[in-house]
């Protein structure tokens, strides 16, 4: 059985009509869920930076929702937390999740 770590970010809808908005959220699940795998793994930004070839305020900006993310990004991301992940997007609903590989 997998473990996974996962945040959802559901879009307001008087909100819904505004890219800035969505993006935002978009954005604020992502780090969530990065934060959530990196302390289950118990790593420190640091050792997370190093993992993924990131700096460690690049770490601090994703986990804060300031970075809006690139598909190499993503990878480098899934790859330091050994992990899969899922990112669902739906028209009022964001999920992204952090799912461990079968051991």
């Keep these: 059985m997998t473990q996974g770590y996962h945040s959802t970010w559901r879009i307001p809808e008087e909100h819904r009509a505004d890219p800035a908005y ?3 959220g978009d954005a604020i699940a992502l780090g969530q869920a990065v934060h959530d795998r990196r302390t289950a793994l118990e790593l420190t930004q640091q050792q997370l930076a190093e993992n ?3 700096s460690v305020t690049e770490i601090e900006r994703i986990e804060g929702g300031a970075v809006t993310p690139t598909l190499a990004l993503l990878h480098a991301l899934a790859r330091a937390l050994d992990a899969r992940l899922a990112l669902s997007i739906e028209a009022d609903e964001t999920q992204v999740s952090f799912e461990a590989h079968a051991a």
């Design 52 to 54: 993924s070839g990131l």
């Design 22 to 24: 969505v993006e935002a």
